[in-house]
């Protein structure tokens, strides 16, 4: 069968470029390579998409799936099958033997854990609405997955120009509490 990327799923990943427009798109796909045209798989039909994870670049893509989950599981998007992300899978129904709530997350134990991007299986191939949310990701992150991608960026490398970890942690960790302080006056300031 031939692979005929989706109007939706080019979406999605214009969509993660937008947000993100200096991200890595090392693991962004649409059309399954060899591995999947051997097994029944959405990314054959054009109809499933990965954005890659790069929080260094501006796009956390768990943080992202999450926000995309929450609303599949209100009803508000209704465009998804299923979601694969950091060795979890959410669906829209029952599958795969799956026990739970619709759109829940429970442990998947596939080939591929999916932990360097994230998998969306869609059920329609029209483009439409944004697909993912609007704001800042930071804003949307739990504390989890802000240090989730604090801890990815510290165990990438150093980075160009950067010649010492030490250095580098300092800075960082000097930020984070400049972040935190400034977040509890702001809190105390609103009574919260």
């Not at 501006?58 to 992202?64: E, H, K, N, Q």
């Not at 926000?67 to 979890?88: K, L, M, N, P």
């Not at 959410?90 to 080939?111: D, E, H, I, K, M």
């Not at 949307?140 to 801890?151: D, G, N, P």
Request: aromatic share 6%.
């Amino acid at each position: 069968m031939a692979c005929t990327p989706s109007p939706l799923a080019k979406q999605i990943l214009a969509e993660a470029t937008a947000i993100a427009p200096g991200r890595s798109k090392a693991s962004d796909g649409i059309c399954g390579d060899a591995s999947h045209q051997a097994r029944a798989s959405y990314h054959n039909r054009g109809d499933a998409v990965d954005t890659t994870d790069d929080p260094r670049g501006g796009f956390p893509a768990d943080v992202y799936a999450e926000q995309v989950r929450q609303r599949c599981e209100s009803g508000a998007e209704t465009r998804v099958d299923q979601i694969i992300s950091e060795g979890r899978i959410a669906t829209s129904r029952r599958q795969f033997g799956l026990v739970g709530r619709r759109w829940q997350w429970r442990p998947y134990s596939g080939a591929n854990a999916h932990r360097s991007h994230v998998h969306y299986s869609l059920n329609t191939r029209t483009a439409g609405p944004k697909f993912f949310p609007s704001g800042d990701w930071f804003d949307m992150a739990t504390e989890a997955q802000l240090e989730k991608a604090v801890r990815k960026v510290l165990n990438e490398g150093t980075g160009k120009g950067q010649t010492n970890w030490a250095k580098t942690n300092q800075a960082i960790l000097a930020g984070v509490q400049q972040c935190v302080n400034l977040l509890t006056k702001i809190a105390k300031k609103i009574g919260a």
